[in-house]
């Protein structure tokens, strides 16, 4: 069993932060890719940031400058750190993380549960 924990979403004003945790924990053999999702209401889940096991990171062009994607390999985990918050930033945001359990199997994909984050006046 793999589980992915999120925490740090909230309610925040625009211009604030927020910097959200991802903790992988269970059978894990190495981790590759991991990266933040995020879904608003009505809208497709989309890729907010990435960051592959060699550190190479990539953004949505809507938070690029804003929003920075960090991960700890030794602990299994990965960050976001959201930075002049907008608006538009509401959604529930997911953590989804691509590993391998065990060595020689092939490559798994998972998701968190996800964490709101509301971003209001």
């Known amino acids: 069993q793999v589980q992915l924990v999120e925490s740090g979403g909230g309610l925040v004003q625009p211009g604030g932060s927020l910097r959200l945790s991802c903790a992988a924990s269970g059978s894990i053999f190495s981790i590759d890719a991991m990266g933040w999702y995020r879904q608003a209401p009505g809208k497709q889940r989309e890729l907010v940031a990435g960051?592959?096991?060699?550190?190479?990171?990539t953004y949505a062009d809507s938070v690029k400058g804003r929003f920075a994607i960090s991960r700890d390999n030794a602990k299994k985990m990965v960050y976001l750190q959201m930075n002049s918050l907008k608006l538009e930033d509401t959604a529930v945001y997911y953590c989804?993380?691509?590993?391998?359990?065990?060595?020689?199997?092939?490559?798994?994909?998972?998701w968190g549960q996800g964490t709101p984050v509301t971003v209001s006046s």
């Open positions: 989804n993380v691509d590993l391998w359990r065990t060595l020689g199997e092939t490559i798994s994909h998972y």
């Open positions: 960051i592959s096991n060699g550190g190479t990171t």
